[in-house]
């Protein structure tokens, strides 16, 4: 009698047991948000630390301190935004995990900021603004605290909607309404924000059409072969020694500026021979990789992968060294006015707001990143490491023409641009293939016209999504930045 009463509350037991374990596991799963949140706040707390260790006893300690914690701010969200675009490509077309990703990109974020990044910036972004009309320190100040805290907010929010957006414009409209705010219209340059806005549309068409390029090149000479091994033995190093040609001048002229700077010509000519060297030592390696290889579409793909993870890894440098500083340029600038008491066309960047930048983008990756990466990498449109490796290339060809023509452009435009380029040239040449009868599928499996105009390959939502993101960046910033502004200048 005893052992039918026991089996009940055994049994009881068990499934208040099973109950228990599900809670937890709903808990902690609903919980995963908050942890990210709670990490990204005690950095920012740190970064407040920091500043109060390294300025709180001088005069404007407290701001600067303030201005450190939005600071961090800002380097998490460019973390969480802006890095998905050298990523992306690269997951989406599953040359590298998640994990190996973000791991990379932390690295080589942090290592081009550190090591490369400039040790001045404009302290007014791009020359949007007349210097003149924010020379007074406490409207200098609140107007850089403006910037910093509204392009903070903006790309939050990009990030949240699902949108890759330009780090750098985002700071061009803070500075731009801050700067409209305290010394109205007359103090923007209209001339430098037409080149900007025209960026908007050079940019991404640039990169695009540079990618579909390289994708068309890509198809017609090995892919559509009949000999793909043998033409990939040919193509490939080529192809690799381009990217290496290209990622040696772009780092000469834009990576290397703290350690040495050189002019275009003498990056032409390290680009040409780093060209050489790696076609030399490609041609063996691709040989020794395609040995046994059947001759089909999946066997090429293959000798992309490690090209695409290095140029993932070469542009996470780059853009380490390169915009980072433009991020924290609005920090440095506060520091530099509160310590020095004067405004000055271009500051120094202090190592420590430089580490802000550098470890507030890794946090912002590791945290959050996923999300954009996996926008970029895989919901545009399908990739794999040939367009992958395409899009890559193509930003870094695309920022050294528009360096080489002056042309303010943006990294994110670019590369998504890129991601596009890829997508619509693969439907243009589906369609294009079909029209002509060269269709690879029997009659029995093709899809009726209809269907076919249905099925688009590059997602027009996300499409849409992030044009409309883009051409409200500057406008957003700059409206929030106004409004900061001047409950800032009024209430303090």
Not at 59 to 75: L, N, Q, S, W
Not at 144 to 149: D, R
Not at 394 to 400: G, Q
């Amino acid at each position: 009698m005893s052992d039918r009463k026991s089996k009940p509350q055994w049994g009881r037991l068990d499934a208040d047991l099973n109950r228990i374990s599900r809670m937890e596991t709903a808990t902690a799963y609903a919980s995963r948000p908050l942890v990210g949140t709670g990490i990204a706040l005690a950095f920012i707390v740190l970064a407040a630390l920091a500043a109060m260790v390294a300025l709180g006893g001088t005069p404007g300690g407290i701001v600067v301190v303030a201005a450190a914690a939005f600071g961090a701010y800002m380097a998490i969200n460019i973390g969480a935004n802006d890095v998905a675009n050298n990523m992306g490509p690269a997951v989406g077309a599953n040359a590298l995990s998640m994990g190996a990703a973000i791991a990379i990109a932390a690295v080589a974020e942090s290592a081009g900021a550190l090591l490369a990044g400039g040790d001045v910036v404009s302290t007014i972004s791009k020359g949007i603004i007349d210097p003149q009309s924010v020379a007074d320190t406490q409207v200098f100040i609140w107007a850089m605290m403006a910037a910093l805290i509204s392009s903070a907010l903006w790309v939050n929010l990009a990030t949240w909607v699902g949108a890759p957006v330009s780090t750098t414009h985002s700071v061009v409209g803070g500075v731009m309404g801050a700067g409209i705010a305290a010394a109205g219209m007359s103090a923007v340059d209209w001339s430098t924000m037409s080149a900007i806005i025209a960026s908007w549309v050079i940019s991404p068409l640039l990169g695009g059409v540079i990618a579909a390029l390289f994708l068309a090149l890509i198809k017609h000479r090995i892919q559509y072969a009949p000999d793909k091994i043998a033409a990939a033995r040919r193509w490939v190093p080529i192809l690799v020694a381009v990217m290496a040609g290209t990622f040696a001048i772009y780092l000469s002229v834009k990576g290397i500026k703290k350690i040495v700077k050189i002019d275009l010509q003498t990056a032409l000519m390290i680009g040409l021979a780093t060209a050489l060297l790696v076609w030399a030592v490609t041609i063996p390696w691709i040989r020794r990789k395609s040995e046994g290889m059947e001759n089909r579409t999946k066997s090429i793909k293959a000798l992309f992968g490690l090209p695409l993870v290095l140029s993932a890894a070469l542009l996470s440098f780059a853009h380490g060294a390169n915009d980072v500083a433009n991020a924290v340029g609005p920090l440095a600038a506060i520091v530099h006015v509160s310590q020095a008491g004067s405004f000055a066309a271009k500051v120094a960047i202090p190592f420590w707001v430089m580490v802000i930048g550098a470890f507030g983008i890794s946090f912002g990756l590791f945290l959050f990143g996923p999300k954009l990466i996996r926008m970029v990498g895989s919901q545009i449109t399908k990739l794999n490491p040939m367009r992958a490796y395409c899009v890559a290339l193509s930003a870094a060809i695309t920022v050294i023409v528009a360096s080489w023509l002056g042309l303010p452009v943006s990294s994110t435009h670019i590369a998504v641009g890129g991601v596009f380029g890829v997508g619509f040239y693969r439907e243009w040449h589906s369609e294009r293939r079909l029209r002509n009868g060269r269709n690879s599928r029997p009659p029995a499996q093709r899809l009726p016209l209809e269907e076919r105009r249905r099925r688009k390959l590059v997602r027009r939502s996300h499409f849409m999504t992030i044009v409309a993101a883009w051409v409200i960046t500057v406008p957003a910033a700059a409206l929030m930045s106004g409004v900061i502004f001047s409950i800032l200048n009024s209430f303090v």
